[in-house]
């Protein structure tokens, strides 16, 4: 396996894994605070912005090289 494969598969997974764990983050945060059905999709939505974001960076970065 040549170093840019790993690379590639450890910041997919690894990445993947630390999105995942941050969604949990925020359902905790809007459960212990007793946020609400609105309350918590502010909180979804605010902070899962930034992770719509950089999936759309890889996406387009991976398009453009192409």
Known sequence: ???ETFTTLSVSILCTGLIIYMGFIIYR???DSKAGKYGSLVLFFTLGFGVFGFIVKT??????QK
């Open 29 to 31: 945060l809007a459960a």
């Open 1 to 3: 396996m040549s170093e």
């Open 59 to 64: 996406i387009l970065t991976e398009l453009l």
